[in-house]
Nanobody, 123 residues
């Protein structure tokens, strides 16, 4: 019923920038919080940044001052602007969205995940 698709990953040199996008679609009634997580090889998935429907944000300490999360509520789209990228930012980046569907607006928000997009920072 709800699909979450990320885009914008790729290969970039250290110090470079990338912008990730995430667009939930389907039978969506409302979206609450949205966020970005990442998982590097051999490591657990970790929070990168999150944003509420009202625009409040929080970031992992490792990305503060370099990454910016934002959302366009009219388009149901989430963004992650990543600047000053480092090799340790290399990971698969996953988007999630807490969604109420049209089929059951009385139900609690359910967290949907995308399939991930690869970000590789290397010279």
């Amino acid at each position: 019923q709800v699909q979450v698709v990320e885009s914008g990953g790729g290969l970039v040199q250290p110090g470079g920038s990338l912008r990730l996008s995430c667009a939930p679609s389907g039978s969506i009634f409302s979206i609450n919080a949205m966020g970005w997580y990442r998982q590097a090889p051999g490591k657990q998935r970790e929070l990168v940044a999150a944003i509420t429907s009202g625009g409040s944000t929080n970031y992992a300490d490792s990305v503060k001052g370099r990454f910016t999360i934002s959302r366009d509520n009219a388009k149901n789209t989430l963004y992650l602007q990543m600047n000053s990228l480092k090799p340790e930012d290399t990971a698969v980046y996953y988007c999630n969205a807490d969604v109420q569907t049209v089929a059951d607006v009385a139900a609690p928000f359910y967290r949907y995940w995308g399939q991930g997009t690869q970000v590789t920072v290397s010279s």
